[in-house]
């Protein structure tokens, strides 16, 4: 069984490993496998690959991530340079329809609004916009707006994830109620926990997706 120390000493090789990250300013706490990042960061895309990096590494149940973002002189942008940098931005990703996404921002703050039919156009807006200079946080408000509710959203999201090599499929069960997925389970690793919610919003007609899987202990074999 690893320990807490143990995940921590793994989450700072995880952190000085992605060259993307300075870590030099954050921190780590970790709590009966609960991961803590606290400190701050040059960059709001920095934030979420320290995030991302957190994500990787077996054994973490669960994150809080309260790094703040502190941008150097040379990144501050005003909030309309920001704002038509993220609709340019919306405008160039041919996976989101930008005539239904609305901008706001408000010191650095940047919020994404409207409406859109699937789950990856909501996250490629987001994507699209997430490493823009002089963003400190993004909020994702984006709406869906299901084109269908077809009667087999539970067979669907099941054969997914029977397809993916990523996901323990017999340990996880899926419950609908109209257009809302709920998943029960284990699965081996954080990551996995979330591969699993991406792969159910990808079912058509989902607007809700409430994810209660909890990340199993990693049990040596038994020789």
């Not at 870590?23 to 496998?33: C, R, T, Y």
């Not at 150097?72 to 919306?90: C, F, K, Q, T, Y």
């Not at 609004?113 to 699937?118: A, C």
């Not at 419950?175 to 591969?195: F, K």
């Amino acid at each position: 069984m690893r320990n807490d120390s143990m995940l921590r000493s793994d989450l700072l090789d995880e952190l000085k490993w992605d060259p993307s990250i300075r870590n030099e300013d954050i921190a780590i706490a970790v709590k009966d496998g609960v991961v803590t990042l606290a400190g701050t960061v040059d960059t709001f895309m920095q934030r979420y690959a320290a995030q991302r990096a957190v994500e990787r590494v077996n054994g973490v149940a669960g994150i809080a991530n309260d790094l703040a973002v502190k941008l150097p002189g040379a990144m501050e942008r005003s909030d309309s340079d920001i704002a038509h940098a993220a609709v340019n931005a919306l405008r160039w990703d041919v996976q989101v329809p930008d005539e239904h996404v609305k901008v706001k921002v408000t010191q650095g703050w940047l919020t994404l609004e409207g409406q859109v039919n699937f789950f990856f156009q909501k996250d490629a807006a987001e994507r699209a916009v997430r490493s823009l200079a002089g963003v400190k946080s993004v909020s994702n408000l984006i709406a869906l707006r299901p084109i269908v509710t077809p009667a087999d959203v539970k067979t669907r999201i099941t054969s997914a994830f029977g397809r993916q090599a990523k996901l323990d499929a017999s340990e996880i069960t899926v419950e609908t109620i109209g257009s809302r997925v709920m998943l029960h389970g284990s699965v081996r690793s954080h990551a996995e926990r979330c591969d699993a919610e991406r792969a159910a919003w990808n079912a058509p007609g989902v607007m809700v997706v409430e994810n209660e899987l909890y990340v199993r202990s990693l049990v040596p074999a038994l020789l």
